[in-house]
């Protein structure tokens, strides 16, 4: 796979971040249409996307910094480059899922 998919001028279209968006994008327009069919209304779909989102950004970044912990013990400086890049995607899959757990529990919406 190619690292960079194209740029536009100076800006850069990364392949990885694009497929990433895109299967969040599809994901939620696959979610609205399936809870449509069960009376789920599209808001409450979005609003636990959102959360999930953020959930999942925060989660790969902090399972990254984990991940990176004997570089971060030895050389403390490095953090502030960490949070430019690096994301560990099983760590955005448990802060999305916990995220959108706990939105749910809150607000009753679903489970």
């Known amino acids: 796979m190619h690292p960079i998919l194209f740029r536009v001028g100076n800006i850069v279209i990364y392949s990885y971040g694009f497929m990433i968006a895109f ?13 449509r069919k069960v009376g789920i209304e599209d808001d ?5 996307a959102i959360y999930g989102v953020i ?5 790969a970044k ?7 912990a004997p570089y971060v013990i030895k050389n403390p ?3 502030k480059d960490m949070i430019k890049g690096g994301f560990v995607v ?4 448990i802060g999305g899922v916990l ?10 919406s679903i489970f």
């Open 55 to 59: 959930g999942g950004v925060i989660g």
């Open 99 to 108: 995220a959108a757990y706990i939105y749910c529990k809150k607000k009753r």
């Open 23 to 35: 299967g969040i994008l599809s994901a939620v327009i696959i979610s609205m249409y399936r809870a």
């Open 77 to 79: 400086v490095v953090l």
């Open 62 to 68: 902090l399972l990254f910094i984990i991940a990176e």
């Open 90 to 93: 099983y760590g955005g899959l």
């Open 44 to 48: 409450v779909v979005l609003d636990i």
